[in-house]
């Protein structure tokens, strides 16, 4: 009589395994690195890490050979296995007693972490130059690793949401221009596979990624000890209630039905208060509510010859989103998807010719600002150009929309953990801890690196704080990779007319260069020049050519291949009479005047003892430049492309790369004393 329950307690027994083994299926956890399609460092032993149930051993496997390690009480496990020669794809299996992981598509090459601000976070769908090169982005012997922004306030050790992937039309279009660049030309070089590693986040100051117990041996020096301390305890406690990540709570949420009607022509906007624009308000100015939407309103007499005329309405650049209006009509808006999509910073709308009508025009913009200050901030102070109208294709003749506005609050936004989140790339050691620690100590060849714009208003300090962070970095790993790092472009229009009238950006452009060619004291280090790359935007399209620049460079300082990679670089001076005999480094078979066969040289410039900088004359001799003005007959200091754009400035070598801008003095500069704003 009981053998015919003896089939369901086989099967009661059975589901009880299955159940045990779904249970322990989730023990074994390796590192999200260790995940199909990822790469291993070569030629040498490279970490595997993860967790599992405390005191399991853990044994990873792959050509042929094995390490095991037991989880400690935590859990943890660590084990090095390798050196292994390039090549695969192969599979590496992670196994416990009664788990098995096998991560498939393994290849074995060159690994690179890629960090930074926007311009290497800059997409190729976000270049002009995108729609040529995504199709031909098949790869499949580069592989490619975003992580996702966000910050923290104690270092992760693991993450969620990151995962390789073969390099192809569709995952390339996110991925980062520069880091892609220079993956393809290094690959291509090298014949080995690559992966890359995207860790960046726009905006971000070099602070955010260096660690908090590095900082704060500094911290006089770095300037954090009396402002630091409240936001970083704010971002701990928000991000334990889990009120971070949120960051798509507070894109704009689009017109409004309390709003309707505001974009009207004859809307009666005489009780909204005024603003000048371009006005940007900052985060604790007015108006009363700086995350939300807030609607500016203005009417203008448009030329009668204009009428029936295609036209830009140009507003420049607007923080963070916007929907402009013309009579009444939306002429234009800039979102979330057509900022991810193409990066679009300025505002310049067509306002096709039946939009308009004899008499005057009027003009509503709702922009939504979702962080920090915000408005309609206009164009740079060195393009010298005004918000206003243009007729289509003639953006010099502008009819001003600048002056007094109307204004109003539309939908207001909470605050409530907005503060914490978006400003994370900026706190001190935050993204060091959510998009750094992580990785570490994953095995890699070097970092490529390319930020700085944000802390040109302290260029005196990042003097210090640039190698700071090389050394942090290169101490949670353990060794002294490789660090390339890019020198920031020209920007802008017109050049400076004299040496020491230059318009600078966020305080001084030039001495943020000046701070970076000094990081090059730091051993196995590597900068190239783009100071012929740039453009009128902040982020230049060029990513080629900077892309290329940087895979030189990583051959001549981790492949140790004999090439030249760096443009000129000043190497001291001395002074010979009324004239002062440069001397350089990376002469690359030679120095050039480019473009000039008379060889005359330009953008130097030399200096007195009342320190006043004067253009002078320059000439090659051999591998030297020598530099006179007959104004100042004892000539104390020389200096070059300093400027924020150095348009003309031609002196390169026979490789073909730029000289980097440079000042002989140790005078003081405009930025000395000036703190970061963390």
């Known amino acids: 009589m009981p053998l015919p329950r003896l089939p369901r307690l086989c099967a009661l027994l059975a589901l009880c395994a299955f159940a045990g083994a ?24 490279t970490p595997v890490w993860g967790t599992t149930t405390a005191g399991e051993r853990v044994t990873v496997s792959f050509l042929g050979k094995s390490a095991t ?16 020669p390039a090549g695969g794809p192969h599979e590496l299996t992670i196994s416990t007693a009664s788990e098995k992981h096998v991560v498939k598509n393994v290849l074995v090459g060159d690994v690179w972490f890629c960090s930074g601000q926007s311009n290497m976070g800059w997409s190729l769908s976000q270049l002009n130059s995108g729609p040529k090169e995504i199709p031909l982005a098949n790869h499949p012997r580069i592989r490619l690793l975003t992580i996702p922004q966000r910050g923290a306030p104690r ?48 905006g971000s100051a070099i602070q955010s990624w260096t660690s908090l117990p590095t900082l704060e041996t500094n911290p006089d020096l770095v300037g954090i000890t009396s402002n630091y301390y409240y936001p970083v305890r704010r971002f701990e406690k928000e991000f334990a209630a889990g009120v971070v990540d949120e960051r798509d709570a507070y894109i704009d949420p ?52 204009w009428t029936g005329k295609d036209l830009v309405l140009a507003l420049g650049a607007i923080a963070n989103y916007d929907i402009a209006f013309v009579n009444g009509v939306e002429v234009g808006r800039t979102d979330k998807a057509a900022l991810a999509t193409k990066g679009r910073g300025r505002r310049e709308y067509a306002v096709p010719a039946g939009v308009l009508k004899p008499g005057p025009a009027t003009i509503a913009v709702r922009t939504f600002n979702a962080t920090g200050a915000g408005g309609i901030r206009g164009y740079p102070e060195w393009e010298k150009r005004d918000i206003g109208f243009h007729p289509a294709g003639k953006p010099k003749e502008i009819l001003s ?47 490529i690196w390319y930020q700085g714009e944000q802390n040109t208003g302290n260029a005196w300090e990042y003097r210090a704080q640039f190698p700071m962070m090389i050394r942090d970095w290169r101490e949670a790993w353990g060794e002294e990779f490789p660090f390339v790092y890019v020198q920031l472009p020209n920007l802008g229009g017109s050049p400076s007319a004299t040496p020491t009238a230059d318009s600078q950006y966020n305080d001084s452009w030039t001495e943020l260069r000046d701070a970076q060619w000094r990081g090059l004291t730091e051993p196995r280090t ?31 300082v981790s492949l140790g ?9 000043y190497a001291g001076m001395a002074v010979e009479g009324s004239k002062i005999r440069v001397k350089f480094s990376h002469v690359g078979g030679g120095l050039v005047a480019k473009d000039a066969p008379d060889g005359t040289l330009t953008r130097f410039a030399v200096a007195g003892a009342d320190r006043n900088y004067v253009w002078a004359q320059a000439r090659i001799e051999g591998d030297t430049v020598v530099v006179w003005s007959d104004t100042v007959p004892a000539p104390v200091a020389v200096s070059y492309a300093w400027a924020i754009n150095p348009l003309g400035a031609n002196l390169y070598n026979q490789a073909g790369l730029p000289a980097a801008s440079f000042r002989s003095d140790d005078w003081p500069m405009r930025t000395l004393g000036k703190k970061a704003p963390y």
């Open 155 to 202: 270092p992760l050790s693991d993450l969620t949401g990151a995962t390789w992937t073969e390099c192809s039309p569709e995952s390339v279009k996110t991925f980062s221009a520069v880091a892609y660049h220079f993956g393809r030309e290094l690959q291509s070089a090298t014949g080995v596979p690559v992966a890359l590693i995207n860790s960046s986040w726009g």
């Open 254 to 305: 689009g017109l409004q039905p309390a709003e309707l009607g505001w974009e009207a022509a004859h809307f009666d906007d005489s009780k909204w208060r005024d603003w000048e624009q371009p006005g940007e308000f900052g985060s604790w100015g007015k108006p009363e509510h700086t995350q939300g939407a807030i609607w500016f309103r203005h009417s203008i007499d448009i030329p009668a010859e």
């Open 561 to 569: 291949e004999k090439i030249e990679y760096s443009g000129p670089l």
């Open 526 to 556: 590597a900068m190239v020049s783009t100071i012929d790359l740039g453009d009128a935007s902040i982020h230049p399209s060029n990513k080629k050519d900077v892309g290329a620049r940087l895979a030189l460079a990583a051959r001549a």
């Open 401 to 447: 929309l600048k002056g007094t506005w109307k204004y109003k609050v539309g939908v207001p936004l909470s605050t409530r953990g907005v503060t914490v989140d978006a400003h994370s790339h900026k706190l001190p050691s935050c993204l060091f801890n959510a998009m750094v620690a992580p990785v570490v100590p994953f095995g890699m060849r070097g970092v």
């Open 22 to 45: 779904l249970h322990a299926s989730t023990a074994l956890k390796p590192n999200f690195l260790f995940s199909d399609n990822m790469v291993l460092q070569r030629d040498r032993e």
């Open 69 to 84: 390690a037991t989880a400690g009480a935590d859990g943890k496990w660590s084990v090095r296995v390798g050196p292994f």
